[in-house]
């Protein structure tokens, strides 16, 4: 019989979960993680960042072969969509990384248990099977690392056929010939350019009067044109108040945010991408006495700790971003403290990346940020139109820009539009983790011809010296 006795049991296998089960695992901690899917590696893994990435660059091969390659001289006829093999291509990718995370388990000697996981007593947690039965662990320590659910929208319901979540939106077929998409954050933009580069007439509707709201408003505004060349319409300042969904079509119902006239649209299918919420239902919280603040997060302190001795969290459950990346980094944290060891985060230098193309990044501050904290700045830019690499890879929409405190020069933020601007952003993170001034990464050689050469010159336009504008 399986031993049930751990130092440390993690619910939830997301990269929060799974990084932390290996950290403790690496630390010298018997360590056991709990999951309810069949396959490990949580939302992201499964029907999140993977699988929408795969059908990003799917897609943007398809549009590239179709309009953009005859301008490097390479001629292309008849290039035809198979989506049932651009489908499998994001299947194959999952499962890749899921066995890879199953692997990575078996090597580092974590035990997983199968079920939904709730925490019966501190230091006790319930595993119940798909079948109903159930088993009880028991665990010096209990992490919480369950991620978080698809937010709804009252009025819409999601049956994942015609009003479809993020997750109905990874396995479209066949391909819809229009698209409501409700929402114009990461998840909304970068599902419907997807399916726009695909040949589906993509409506973006969303409550506010931007899109990719809480970014850069310079950067928000340039995407949104962007966008809108590439094919996407935008109804902003428009809340959703109905849906009708039929045999063909899902009919919604639309008004302005500020008061007017309702209006409905009609598409094949309408995408829900107006956030997630924390999933912390069904763990036993409450029973065992786990603070929850009012978006019902866990409450935690500066090391994940909860107000009950041995029970922590990460991630999507407690406050602060959504992101894969960010609750990576707790887990570690989490297990070095669990483990005696100091550990710290740096959430000003985490990195946030919408995947559509070109892609935006940002990390630190924006310029409303600084406005509103009485912050005296400076800023420098830097258009992509005016850099070698990406003129040579036609791909010249979008600028680099860095912010500076107008006193120290320490850089305070960093907002890219432009080509691999995910790989790029980081850079402009580590320069702000080690205190970096603008002049820092101005006098950083930059390999010539590269993209990166952008992030020089804003630099130097921070001080009013770019070279090549």
Known sequence: ??????????????????????????LGMRTACVEMRATLGGTCLNIG??????????????????????????????????LDALMAHKDKVVKSNVEGVDYLFKKNKVTRFHGRGSIAAPGKVTVTKDDGSAETITAKNILIATGSDVMPLPGVE??????????????????????????????????????????????????????????????????????Q?????????????????????????????????AETLEADVVLVAIGRR???????????GVELDER???????????????????GDVIAGPMLAHKAEEEGVVCAEVMAGQSGHINYETIPGVVYTWPEVASVGRTEEQLKEAGVA???????????????????????VKILADAKTDRILGAHIIGPNAGDMIEELGLAMEFGASAEDVARTSHAHPTLTEAIKEAALAVDGRPIHI
Not at 1 to 9: E, G, I, P, S, Y
Not at 51 to 73: D, I, N, Q, V
Not at 160 to 172: D, F, M, N, P
Not at 278 to 288: H, I, W
């Open 1 to 26: 019989m399986a031993d049930t006795n751990f130092d440390l049991v993690v619910i939830g296998s997301g990269p929060g979960g799974y990084v932390a089960a290996i950290r403790a695992a690496q």
């Open 49 to 82: 960042c993977i699988p929408s990435k795969a059908l990003l660059t799917a897609s943007e091969k398809y549009e590239e072969a179709r309009h953009h390659l005859g301008a490097f001289g390479v001629k292309v006829g008849g290039v035809e969509l198979d």
């Open 158 to 227: 999601i049956d994942e056929k015609r009003i479809v979540s993020s997750t109905g939106a990874l396995s479209l077929n066949p391909l819809p010939s229009s698209m409501v998409v409700i929402g114009g954050g990461y998840i909304g933009l970068e599902m419907g350019t997807v399916y726009a580069r695909l040949g589906t007439k993509v409506t973006v509707v969303e409550y506010l009067d931007r899109v990719l709201p809480g970014m850069d408003g310079e950067v928000s505004k340039q995407m949104q044109r962007i966008l």
């Open 229 to 261: 060349k590439q094919g996407l319409t935008f109804k902003l300042g428009m809340k959703v108040t109905g849906a009708k969904s039929g045999k063909k079509s899902v009919a919604l119902t639309v008004e302005p945010a500020k008061g007017g006239a």
């Open 278 to 288: 924390p999933y912390t239902e069904g763990l036993g919280l409450e029973a065992v």
């Open 296 to 314: 019902r997060r866990v409450k935690v302190d500066h090391h994940f700790r909860t107000n009950v001795p041995g029970i922590w969290a990460i």
């Open 377 to 399: 700045y400076k800023v420098g830019k830097f258009p992509f139109s005016a850099n070698g690499r990406a003129r040579a890879m036609n791909s010249t929409d979008g600028f």
